[in-house]
């Protein structure tokens, strides 16, 4: 069975970088033809693709994000990950990770999320 | 970018009934829309891809149709479970972009 889970910091102050990890269980991501994703949720909101990455390392952002986002993957520890620099309070959110099966982008398999609060 | 738009923003059902919500994409999206369910303090769950199948385990009284820019979701007879927050997604173009959601709620 497919699992995925956050990892990071729950408290990140203004300006800095958010950093997160979702470690993947029950599938390889280098044996697989999946891409994998972030997604976020401001507390009451609604849902915000972040981007997506594929095993091989190709990349797509959210172009309102692109400038602040980086996606990557560590293929040896089974994991990807979500830089976001610069946070400000509009970045507290729930970041969702999530698998893409090709060649689509809806995400069949999601993290239970992780709350990220940026305040000082 | 894609626009999604969902409506109504809340929907009001006795259970038993059924429920019928709506998203309109700003363009063709072709069949490439996919639905999730979203209960308080949950992940989004994937209910239908592909506009119309059923994703892996989910039950037959959800119902996905449309193409191009008007797509549906039917929930016949609606149970306990069922009342949460739903959001169709896009899934033809980059950015991925969502729906704003529309809350079922029990009358």
């Known amino acids: 069975q497919l699992q995925l889970q956050e990892s990071g910091p729950g408290l990140v102050k203004p300006s800095e970088t958010l950093s997160l990890t979702c470690t993947v269980s029950?599938?390889?991501?280098?044996?697989?033809?999946?891409?994998w994703g972030w997604i976020r949720q401001p507390p009451g909101k609604g849902l915000e693709w972040i981007g997506s990455?594929?095993?091989?390392?190709?990349?797509y952002y959210n172009p309102s994000l692109k400038s602040r986002v980086t996606i990557s993957v560590d293929t040896s520890k089974n994991q990807f990950s979500v830089k976001l620099s610069s946070v400000t309070a509009a970045d507290t959110a729930v970041y969702y990770c999530?698998?893409?099966?090709?060649?689509?982008?809806?995400?069949?398999?999601w993290g239970q999320g992780t709350l990220v609060t940026v305040s000082s | 970018e894609m626009v999604m738009t969902q409506s109504p923003a809340t929907l009001s059902v006795s259970p038993g009934e059924g429920a019928t919500l709506s998203c309109r994409a700003s363009?063709?999206?072709?069949?490439?829309l996919a639905w999730y369910q979203q209960r308080p303090g949950q992940a989004p769950r994937l209910l239908i891809h592909?506009?119309?199948t059923r994703a892996t385990g989910i039950p037959a009284r959800f119902s996905g149709s449309g193409s191009g820019t008007e797509f549906t979701l039917t929930i016949s007879s609606l149970q306990s479970e069922d009342f949460a927050i739903y959001y169709c997604?896009?899934?033809?173009?980059?950015?991925?972009?969502f729906g704003q959601g529309t809350r079922l709620e029990i009358k």
């Open positions: 999530a698998r893409h099966p090709p060649p689509s982008g809806y995400g069949d398999y």
């Open positions: 029950g599938a390889s991501i280098s044996g697989s033809t999946d891409y």
């Open positions: 990455i594929y095993y091989s390392g190709s990349t």
């Open positions: 363009q063709s999206v072709g069949s490439n």
């Open positions: 592909d506009a119309s």
């Open positions: 997604q896009q899934y033809n173009t980059w950015p991925r972009t």
